[in-house]
C-alpha cells in the first residue's frame, strides 16, 4: 500500500531534549540497529524542531513483553526522543523479531507529537530484506525514497545494521 508522507503542519518550536535513543538496553539479545532520518513540515522540506516521538518494538525473538508489559507501557523495548532545530533524529536498537508463528515483517511502531499539533501515527519502520515484505511493499523505496515506511538497510563491517527513513 502506498502511503504519503507523515509531516506536521504547525509552527515551529525548538526542542531540547537529544536527538537520539536507544530501545535496547545494553547486551540485548540480536542484531544491532540505528535509524536515522528527519522530520519535516508538511512542505517536504523545512525541518521539524521539538517532535516527540515514542517508538516500542519486539524483541529479536518478536515477543513485546514476557507475560503482561507493566502498566502505562506498549512493550519491553521503548524509548522517546524529541528531535532538535534541524528535525534529525537517531534511533539505536536491534532488529525486531516477526511475532512468533506468524508471517508479520518485524518492525518498529511510533507516535509523533509536537504541542500545538494533532498526534500523528505513521506506518510501521519496516525492513526491505524481510522475507514476511511483500513484493509490493519491497518496492516502496524506489517508488517513495526517502519517506518510504519500507526502508533499505545495510550491515557495515562493525556488525550494525544502518536504515533511513524521513517523515
Not at 528527519?38 to 514476557?66: F, H, M, N, R
Request: contains cysteine; aromatic residues 6%; negative net charge.
Amino acid at each position: 500500500m502506498l502511503t504519503a508522507a507523515i509531516t506536521l503542519a504547525c509552527a515551529l518550536a525548538a526542542g531540547s531534549a537529544p536527538a537520539s535513543a536507544s530501545l535496547a538496553p545494553q547486551g540485548e539479545p540480536g542484531d544491532p540497529l540505528v535509524i536515522t532520518g528527519t522530520i519535516v513540515l508538511a512542505d517536504g522540506t523545512t525541518p521539524a524542531a521539538g517532535v516527540t516521538i515514542q517508538l516500542w518494538q519486539a524483541d529479536a525473538k518478536g515477543i513485546y513483553c514476557e507475560g503482561a508489559c507493566p502498566p502505562g507501557r506498549q512493550a519491553r523495548l521503548e524509548a522517546t526522543l524529541i528531535t532538535g532545530a534541524d528535525g534529525r533524529y537517531e534511533i539505536r536498537t536491534i532488529r525486531p523479531g516477526s511475532y512468533p508463528g506468524q508471517r508479520v515483517p518485524g518492525h518498529v511502531h511510533a507516535r509523533l507529537s509536537r504541542e500545538g499539533c494533532r498526534e500523528q501515527f505513521p506506518d510501521e519502520f519496516q525492513f526491505q530484506d524481510d522475507p514476511f515484505i511483500s513484493d509490493n511493499e519491497r518496492g516502496e523505496p524506489d517508488r517513495q525514497g526517502r519517506f518510504a515506511s519500507v526502508m533499505r538497510v545495510a550491515k557495515g563491517p562493525d556488525g550494525t545494521w544502518r536504515a533511513a527513513r524521513d517523515s
